[in-house]
């Protein structure tokens, strides 16, 4: 086996951000160019990671590491990242939220973005699928921030004023929240001398929260905090969401629905890391926080997105909202806690992108609510298929949304705390509130105009399909998840 091949997916990427500069020298704002390239480039990564996803095993990672014995080089990139079932599940979540991304940006700047657009995303994809695998800070910092630079030109593309002011809030809240990581990351240095992340999981300072005597062990418990104020900004966890529906509000459509979905998976993966070592060696102090962080953003959430009249910051509710319901499954931890996980932000991503899908043809210039009205005269299918994705974002069945959430309530039964999922239900009737308000206002009177593309309504075709699909028979995508993790377990 070759390590190129190992590496296929993330080679295919670089690749391709390589080309689609080159490209905007050689064919500056060539839209068409740079987007079927970009498209040839996904699939091919995609294609590498679904065989790896199938191959993937115990003797697969045996040959590897004979095979990284020849090339002295890729002992580093072995050291430094990680690559597991988990991760390429990660990366499969990414890499379809970023077709999707890609197929609504072009419809949406009709041919006037070039390669230096489609090499932002390239960028903010690459820095998703290094993140989740980072094994040391130096990578987690280097992926982060290639995610978060990328994310705010995106952000500030359409040059206008409301995108202009959202790109500067969201890069100066992202800068704050980095200087929380890398000072929280000084202070873990400094506890266990590494940069490793095996290093400091395996420090005595984790061991005891009580011995808190020792000044290394106070000094851990400071860095750790500062971490979780770092990482909550990044997932818009209460208190560190207030960024969030500004930031949407000022956003293109497809570049809203990325934050919401991708950038967030990508946080989320390294809590993931982070919680399985770090937070494990005391667990009664660190999943207390978990569960009351989740609690409160859950309650924020949904209660802020009651009274929003605006349908991008609604959802921008909604995803802080959500954010609280797939940390309840890293509170739930073990097998079961992450795959509800996995499980929970591919579903999301499936029903974000096609909301937002809609919300790109029918109300990007004005995203008032009320501005609905009449979308079910003028486009049947555009309402049934906006008011599909509100039931399902909300967890009715049989509706994809509902068994995402239900796995969710099932990880966090097995462990026994029935009160946080009745917690969760009660979340889930009221977020039926803001929901159906957006129903309402799709079937009242009104004259609505739509900006009918061929590419989103492409994209919500499919994601409807998705949703409705998978709610009727979810035993697919879970036994597809269960397949990769217990081969590797058992291979």
Avoid at 297 to 303: D, E, K, P, R, S
Avoid at 429 to 439: A, G
């Amino acid at each position: 086996m070759s390590i190129f091949y190992f590496f296929s997916p993330e080679i295919t990427i670089l690749i391709g951000i390589i080309l689609l500069l080159i490209i905007e020298i050689l064919f500056p704002k060539r839209g068409l160019i740079a987007f079927l390239i970009s498209l040839v480039f996904l699939f091919i990564s995609t294609y590498f990671v679904f065989e790896q996803l199938f191959k993937m095993n115990k003797e697969f990672f045996q040959e590897l590491l004979k095979t990284v014995q020849n090339y002295e080089y890729a002992k580093y990139i072995i050291e430094s990242l990680r690559f597991g079932p988990i991760e390429r599940l990660f990366d499969l979540i990414f890499l379809i939220g970023t077709i999707f991304f890609v197929i609504l940006s072009y419809d949406y700047y009709k041919n006037k973005s070039g390669g230096d657009y489609y090499f932002l995303i390239f960028s903010a994809l690459f820095g998703s699928m290094l993140l989740p695998k980072s094994e040391n800070w130096a990578v987690f910092i280097l992926s982060l921030e290639i995610l978060s630079f990328s994310l705010y030109a995106l952000v500030g593309y359409k040059r206008n004023l409301f995108s202009y002011e959202a790109a500067t809030k969201y890069f100066f809240i992202g800068a704050f929240s980095s200087s929380f990581l890398i000072v929280g990351i000084a202070f873990l240095y400094f506890v266990s001398g590494s940069l490793s992340f095996e290093s400091l999981f395996q420090n005595y300072a984790f061991r005891s929260f009580f011995g808190l005597l020792k000044s290394k062990d106070f000094l851990s418990i400071i860095g750790v905090g500062f971490l979780i104020v770092g990482i909550g900004f990044k997932l818009s966890a209460v208190p560190f969401h207030f960024w969030t529906p500004d930031v949407f509000e000022g956003s293109p459509s497809p570049t809203a629905s990325y934050i919401s979905t991708i950038s967030k998976a990508a946080a989320f993966a390294i809590v993931l890391k982070l919680f399985q070592g770090v937070f494990s060696s005391y667990p009664k102090l660190w999943e207390g926080l978990i569960l009351w962080i989740s609690v409160f953003t859950m309650i924020v959430g949904n209660l802020a997105a009651i009274r929003e009249n605006s349908i991008k910051k609604l959802l921008a509710f909604s995803t802080i909202a959500n954010a609280g319901y797939a940390l309840t499954g890293i509170y739930a931890g073990g097998i079961e806690g992450f795959k509800s996980i996995i499980l929970f932000l591919f579903i999301y991503t499936i029903m974000t992108f096609g909301a937002f899908s809609i919300v790109q043809m029918v109300a990007e210039d004005d995203t008032k609510i009320e501005n609905l009205k009449g979308l079910y005269r003028k486009s049947p299918f555009l309402a049934i298929s906006l008011t599909l994705f509100m039931l399902s974002l909300a967890g009715i069945p049989p509706l994809a949304g509902f068994f995402a959430k239900f796995y969710i309530a099932y990880a966090i039964i097995n462990v026994g705390d029935i009160g946080l999922a009745i917690w969760l239900f009660i979340n889930g009737i009221i977020s039926y509130y803001y929901y159906l308000k957006v129903v309402y206002y799709i079937f009242s009177d009104g004259e609505k105009e739509i900006n009918f593309g061929y590419l989103p309504l492409f994209v919500t075709a499919l994601c409807l399909v998705f949703v409705i699909f998978i709610g009727i028979y979810p035993s697919i995508i879970l036994e597809f998840v269960n397949n990769v993790l217990n081969r590797f377990i058992s291979g």
